[in-house]
């Protein structure tokens, strides 16, 4: 049974000296593939307090990590987070938790995805779209739920429309 957890830890720099930043945190949270979040204040004394150029030294020694780093934005982070359970029958469990979900298929084979989202219907969904097709769900016990099939090495993406 194979999982992947939804887990992010926003951070504080610490005593924040531009000459020295610590990143060793934020290392150890991109070793273990997660987002590296950064927190601090925008008062006097925080990171940003000064200018935005403040953050380059940070910036810099994650920058130079091996591999590489993407800076992204922290709604493009949230739709690829997800909780992912492999079944004994191979067919993957995912409880999504915001109403856009970018879903990767990394495996070599095409899957099948059993999606679960909590839903209460406070605002009711007008429809549901994968990759900008209406795609069919249904909710029942409190969880909106589809199933979808996504090729080997691609990714769709799953957005709820509610009514505004």
Same mark, same amino acid.
């Given at each position: 049974m194979g999982m992947k957890i939804p887990y992010m830890v926003g951070r504080h720099p610490g005593d924040y000296l531009p000459f020295r930043p610590n990143v060793q945190p934020f290392i150890f949270d991109l070793f273990l593939d997660k987002p590296a979040l950064f927190l601090t204040e925008a008062n006097e004394g925080g990171l940003l307090a000064g200018e935005i150029t403040a953050f380059n030294p940070m910036a810099d020694q994650i920058n130079s990590l091996s591999g590489g780093v993407d800076w992204q934005s922290l709604g493009t982070i949230l739709k690829r987070l997800y909780l992912e359970k492999t079944d004994d029958d191979g067919i993957l469990d995912v409880r999504m938790y $915001?109403?856009?979900?970018i879903l990767a298929n990394e495996s070599q084979t095409?899957?099948?995805?059993?999606?679960a989202r909590q839903e209460t219907l406070?605002?009711?969904i007008v429809s549901l779209t994968v990759n900008g097709q209406a795609f069919p769900y249904y909710v029942e016990t409190g969880s909106l739920l589809l199933d979808v099939q996504v090729q080997r090495s691609a990714s769709i993406e799953? $957005?709820?429309?509610?009514v505004s």
């Open positions: $915001i109403n856009d979900l095409g899957r099948t995805y059993h999606i406070n605002v009711p799953i $957005i709820i429309h509610y």
